[in-house]
């Protein structure tokens, strides 16, 4: 968790997504002008944070296996970044859409999913807050969180069959399906998607040393 | 062994209803309330109301006296009861009798519940198996996630509102394939066009009923 | 330091970078910062790129509280 290697490959892989991002040749279309460029700062948030998530529901799962109270810090830093990249994501698909769909919500379920995962992760976070003792407060939220993890995902399959969306390769709209096999496109977007991971994996291992080292003076003072 | 537990449990559940007469007439008494307020609110007559708010409303209204039904599960029962409890069965006979208990009650409200709705606002339901059907698959999977949030929501300070934030988001899906499938009934189509979506529901029901038997006995240890 | 060699690249790219891959015929029509420009909606990525940003800092700021918040605490019990 402390080696450097992983963390300088986030650096240099962020710094390539934005630079890149910004000046390599993208296809030109329609209503998305140059703003198809957001392909490689928004999606990376959204599955940054399904990575993150999943990553706090595993940790859950070997917790429950064996109550460590290291997993359960695992899982509950994982999936407060979860959030953050989860509230990133909507805000600047909120964005982006105010500009290219019109309208801030336009009821599109990639849009609606991620709110509810992020009411889920938020009551995930109440949650651990109102339980006092440690070792139960990591045991019953280790079980919300598989809960909410196995509601979630079944929700992604869910959505899309309920509205037809404006989100690129889904519902109605065929086009960006053609970009995602565009080579330009993907040529910097698998770099950004793995990049922003291992930026949010960087902020959880920070927050889990933290963590770690409030348990340890806690344990002292007793 | 498991049988027996699990039909002495549901046994017991049941007289104790049937004995507490105010808790069914309390939820029943919720039910109609709240189906008048609406009636009152939207000040239609009932051919003037649009099936899809119809629609829409009807699940809605089930859902909040669902929520209201299954808190007393876990929340209102007293410590030493618990305690009883956990020396005569295992915890997945318990969880078990509570699902099946709580999704035979919430079929019957759901199907009360039409009644009195139907009564104000109209019943254009062309298709009655297919609803009854949706409403037995809805209660059982609200039924289960309910019942197990209410166990986790026990177990913290904040009782009432920490099941409807933890409860509410984790019933989504359930509740936008019911609604999606009530639809169809409330059109007439023919079974076959809703047959995935049965299947989805299905499938929800039954990840949610496993994941209820396997993480319960987690909950139950304290 | 990202956003300064970015602008200097971008300040660079001025000199002119024509974008000769074209799909369709129709593409000469279609509004594109070729050098660019503000035309052609790049300012909304900008926008994205700096609300991202924002939020990262604000959580390293957070994160950098809880740390001052342990430092502070009288360690020697």
């Not at chain 2, 709580?102 to 009195?116: K, N």
């Amino acid at each position: 968790m402390k080696s450097v290697w992983w963390k300088i490959l986030c650096v240099l892989l962020l710094l390539y997504t934005v630079v890149g991002g910004f000046l390599m040749d993208v296809p030109r279309l329609h209503i998305l002008n140059e703003s198809i460029r957001n392909t490689f700062f928004h999606v990376p948030m959204w599955l940054g944070m399904m990575t993150l998530l999943l990553i706090s529901a595993i940790y859950s799962v070997l917790y429950l296996k064996k109550p460590s109270l290291r997993y359960d810090v695992f899982a509950s830093e994982f999936a407060k970044t979860g959030i953050l990249f989860g509230v990133l994501g909507v805000v600047t698909g909120m964005i982006w859409a105010k500009f290219t769909w019109t309208s801030a919500w336009s009821g599109d379920p990639k849009q609606n999913n991620a709110a509810i995962a992020l009411l889920i992760y938020l009551a995930y976070l109440l949650l651990r807050n109102s339980l006092k003792d440690p070792q139960q407060r990591s045991r019953i939220s280790a079980v919300y969180n598989i809960l909410a993890f196995s509601t979630l995902i079944p929700l992604l399959y869910i959505l899309p069959a309920q509205t037809d969306s404006l989100h690129p390769g889904s519902g109605g709209n065929a086009a960006f399906a053609d970009i995602d096999l565009d080579n330009r496109l993907r040529v910097v977007f698998y770099p950004a998607v793995i990049g922003w991971t291992l930026l949010g994996i960087w902020l959880s291992t920070i927050g889990i040393r933290i963590q770690n080292i409030k348990n340890r003076f806690d344990y002292i003072k007793k | 062994m498991l049988f027996s537990e699990i039909s002495g449990l549901l046994k017991k559940e049941i007289t104790i209803e049937l004995r507490q007469k105010y808790a069914i007439n309390g939820i029943l008494l919720y039910l109609a309330g709240t189906v008048f307020i609406c009636y009152l609110s939207i000040n239609l007559q009932a051919t003037q109301l649009h099936p899809i708010i119809w629609n829409a409303l009807y699940w809605i209204i089930l859902l909040f006296t669902a929520v209201n039904a299954v808190a007393k599960s876990f929340l209102h029962e007293s410590a030493g009861l618990m305690t009883y409890y956990y020396t005569i069965a295992s915890g997945q006979s318990i969880i078990a009798s509570k699902i099946i208990y709580y999704s035979l009650l919430l079929t019957g409200l759901a199907v009360i519940g039409l009644g009195f709705y139907g009564l104000v606002l109209g019943n254009p339901v062309q298709n009655p198996g297919l609803f009854i059907i949706n409403i037995m698959l809805g209660s059982v999977g609200m039924a289960t996630t309910l019942s197990l949030v209410s166990s986790i929501a026990a177990k913290a300070q904040n009782n009432q509102t920490l099941l409807a934030i933890l409860g509410l988001p984790l019933l989504i899906p359930v509740l936008l394939m019911s609604i999606k499938i009530s639809k169809n009934a409330l059109d007439g189509l023919p079974w076959a066009s809703s047959y995935d979506e049965l299947a989805v529901l299905g499938s929800i029901d039954a990840i949610v009923c496993a994941l209820a038997i396997i993480l319960f006995p987690y909950i139950w240890r304290s | 330091m990202k956003k300064l060699i970015v602008s200097v690249l971008l300040l660079a790219s001025l000199q002119g970078f024509p974008q000769e891959n074209y799909e369709s015929p129709e593409n000469t029509r279609v509004e594109m910062a070729d050098q660019l420009r503000s035309s052609g909606k790049i300012y909304v990525v900008v926008a994205v790129l700096g609300t991202i940003m924002a939020g990262i800092i604000l959580y390293t700021v957070m994160l950098d509280r809880r740390v001052a918040k342990l430092e502070r605490e009288p360690e020697n019990r």
